[in-house]
């Protein structure tokens, strides 16, 4: 089953304007990391929220993380044109402690800022 | 700052044939992850390496190898190409063996294999 989807799939709305994007993941975690791609270009890493915390705010970007529902949302403040990307967030984690924990990335939700 | 370095960035290679693509993470971060991303679809993982040594392994077709060297880059090797290989390799590397709970993995900008 797949770790970490995300809802919605696409969201069009309009420079200015707050964007909302959530995530759903199916196991238990050490963190929830969201990630921002240009199409075709790598990805960036904009946050990342661990476990035990519940809300994490970085400039215009606000996440929270509700473990009882394991889901997490990424909210952008007083978007721009350039916020047009795609989402990802990732789960990583605990796998018992192990080294070299994975990251599995959720399908993404794409959005589009209208000027 | 340094970042994730992957090469080469574009690579065209006929089917059956071979492809090696390099990664070479930021210094001093101990864990590398490879992950594929096919046209419109989510990165899906492929292998990770922490130390040195395989740590977890993914959809990883048998035909791809990787290993990471002592330098701590890695190298993702992939035989007998297939067309459906087509899509962006991503290496990432985070500092995980040193920080366990602060395990951001930072994105090289990707190889674009295109299998002909």
């Known amino acids: 089953s797949q770790q970490g989807e995300e809802d919605p799939q696409a969201l069009s709305i309009q420079e200015g304007e707050n964007a909302t994007m959530n995530c759903s993941y199916k196991?238990?975690?050490?963190?929830l990391q969201w990630y921002r791609q240009n199409s075709g270009r790598g990805l960036v890493h904009l946050i990342l929220?661990?476990?035990?915390?519940r809300e994490k705010h970085s400039g215009r970007l606000r996440v929270t993380l509700d473990t009882s529902k394991k889901s997490s949302s990424l909210l952008i403040t007083a978007s721009r044109a350039a916020d047009t990307a795609s989402y990802f967030c990732?789960?990583?984690?605990?796998?018992?402690?192990?080294?070299?924990?994975?990251?599995?990335f959720g399908g993404g939700t794409r959005l589009m800022v209208k000027p | 700052a340094a970042g994730v370095i992957q090469s080469p960035r574009h690579l065209i290679k006929e089917k059956r044939e071979t492809a090696t693509l390099k990664c070479y993470p930021i210094?001093?971060?101990?864990?590398v992850y490879w992950y594929q991303q096919g046209p419109g679809q989510d990165p899906q993982f492929l292998i990770s390496?922490?130390?040195?040594?395989?740590?977890d392994k993914g959809s990883i077709p048998d035909r791809f190898s990787a290993q990471q060297f002592s330098d701590y880059h890695s190298e993702l090797n992939m035989s007998s190409l297939e067309l459906g290989d087509s899509a962006l390799y991503f290496c990432?590397?985070?500092?995980?063996?040193?920080?366990?709970?602060?395990?951001?993995?930072?994105f090289g900008q990707g190889t674009r294999l295109t299998v002909v």
């Open positions: 210094p001093r971060h101990d864990t």
């Open positions: 990732a789960t990583d984690g605990p796998h018992g402690g192990n080294a070299g924990n994975m990251l599995t």
């Open positions: 196991t238990s975690i050490n963190n």
């Open positions: 390496f922490y130390e040195k040594m395989q740590s």
């Open positions: 929220i661990r476990s035990n915390e």
């Open positions: 990432a590397s985070s500092s995980f063996g040193f920080d366990k709970e602060n395990t951001e993995a930072f």
